[in-house]
């Protein structure tokens, strides 16, 4: 081989570790200091790194579970659900009424086992006018928040926390989690209101966890 | 007070949940990930990566990876699955230049005459739109230039042995097939391929025409999703901080007060709008 052992060397552990950023893993990296490919060959085979394989088969797309009704009582709140994706803009998609929330199709659902399930409603409406999310700001943390979703499954879970932040500041990347614990979080508008251009300047969002 | 309470209570959040913090890099800054399929049928094999055997008994049709390597160039070599050591190669060595931050899936596979042969692709990582996929299809089979059907009109033409093509477009399933060139009668196909919101789904078209091998593999690579550009979750005024102080701030959710309310939000905003949709209003709460 025309390359250092030293190199080789290196690559091997790296490819033992599996993809860790910290070579130093604490899993054994059975002889990666004597190099076995610039000894005599033997009968037998070296030993070969740990890495993952799968298959190539078209499989199909996880099915998600819409969640299809979230109440909380201590806030007033019991309305139905429908699954909304974006518009033109690039917007979230809400349902007109105030009184129906919109899932964000593309991310979590309650079933998922990662990140954010998204369920958002306008905050009032000039046709629907004030709806039951404009009472999301006064909930305390601990308040029971209920989803039932298309299968009837249940899924029970406590407010964490409320949270105002506006929306030129707001990484909306990091409210449609995908990847972290499994949450939800309900979002409306609030705080001031521009009555010229017809928008609120931030997003209030209760964040919910499974309830224990 | 309950702004001030909010106020509070945003801030600890913000910093707990990080709302306000900048997203993570999906690969390391300093090193690539490299994907190995194989891609020549009926044949498994050994691959050495810089003389040192990384795959044993490596099946046709497998994905192996991906492998976080630090940005250099590797050795790889494609032995038969009997060989002990990378001295006959019966593909390669060729040498693999890897770019930091950067996805690559090297395919061992047939030349479109049917010799083996590798190819390294770029994996695309760019984020997609909301709300949309992307599909890559990758010609490494022994055949001639196919073209891609999808509903069986043809979204990828003119595609040869060892290229690549791509489009982003709406999540959803998509019936895909692959025909030669200036026909639309699949020599593979059709099938269902979910197109996933934010995934780089990659189908390889591989194995051989002339022997009736012919098959496609799947690779998918997640987490290029962006999230909406905003919510815009209020039009009215009715909730707001700033709201015409006359003695209804306090008392939302009274039905008597709606009308009143509604109204004098109409005169704010001009009163262009309807009144019709005031008394919707009133029949909704």
């Keep these: ?212 | 007070m309950r702004t001030r309470l909010i106020a509070g209570t945003a801030a600890g959040c913000i910093a707990a949940l990080g709302l306000i913090a900048a997203p993570a890099q999906a690969i390391s800054p300093t090193t690539a990930d490299l994907y190995v399929l194989h891609a020549v049928p009926a044949t498994p094999v050994d691959v050495y990566v810089n003389g040192a055997l990384t795959l044993d008994d490596f099946q046709p049709g497998d994905l192996a990876g991906p492998l976080d390597l630090p940005a250099g160039t590797y050795s790889v070599a494609i032995t038969a699955a009997t060989a002990t050591d990378a001295s006959a190669p019966v593909i390669g060595p060729i040498d693999l230049a890897l770019a930091a931050g950067t996805s690559y899936t090297a395919v061992a596979h047939l030349s479109a005459a049917g010799a083996p042969t590798a190819t390294l692709f770029t994996n695309d990582l760019a984020r997609t739109a909301p709300g949309q996929g992307r599909l890559t299809v990758r010609h490494v089979a022994a055949a001639p230039s196919v073209d891609v059907l999808a509903g069986g009109a043809p979204v990828i033409t003119a595609l040869t042995n060892p290229n690549e093509a791509k489009l982003d477009l709406a999540a959803g399933t998509v019936s895909a097939a692959v025909a030669a060139t200036g026909t639309t009668t699949p020599v593979l196909g059709p099938t269902d391929v979910a197109v996933q919101e934010g995934v780089n789904t990659i189908l390889y078209a591989w194995g051989s025409l002339d022997d009736d091998t012919l098959a496609i593999a799947v690779q998918t690579i997640g987490g290029l999703h962006t999230p909406p550009t905003g919510v815009p979750a209020g039009e009215a005024g009715l909730a707001a901080d700033n709201a015409p102080p006359a003695g209804f701030s306090g008392a939302w959710g009274g039905t008597a007060l709606w009308g009143g309310t509604a109204l004098l939000i109409l005169a704010v905003l001009g009163g262009s709008i309807a009144l019709a949709r005031v008394r919707s209003a009133e029949e909704d709460h």
Aim: net charge negative; charged share 15%; hydrophobic share 40%.
């Design chain 1, 1 to 212: 081989m025309p390359r250092p052992r030293v190199l080789a060397g290196v690559a091997l552990a790296l490819l033992l570790t599996g993809c860790s950023l910290n070579p130093a893993s604490e899993r054994p990296v059975p002889s990666a200091s004597a190099p076995a490919e610039t000894t005599a060959p033997t009968a037998t085979k070296p030993p070969v790194p740990d890495v993952p394989i799968q298959g190539t088969e078209n499989v199909p797309a996880r099915l998600a579970v819409p969640p299809v009704r979230v109440s909380v009582p201590d806030a007033g709140i019991d309305v139905g659900i429908e699954p909304v994706g974006v518009l033109e803009n690039g917007e979230m998609e809400l349902p007109a009424d105030t009184s129906i929330a919109g899932w964000y199709e593309y991310g979590p659902d309650p079933s998922s086992e990662t990140g954010a399930t998204i369920l958002a409603a306008h905050v009032d409406s000039l046709v629907y006018g004030l709806g039951p999310f404009s009472r999301l700001r006064d909930l305390a943390a601990g308040a029971p928040v209920r989803v039932t979703s298309a299968d009837g499954a249940v899924h029970d879970y406590a407010i964490q926390s409320i949270a105002r932040v506006a929306k030129e500041e707001i990484v909306l990347d990091t409210v449609f989690d995908r990847t972290g614990p499994a949450h939800i979080v309900l979002m409306t508008c609030g705080g001031q209101f521009n009555y010229e251009t017809g928008h609120y300047l931030d997003n209030i969002l209760a964040i919910a966890v499974p309830a224990p």
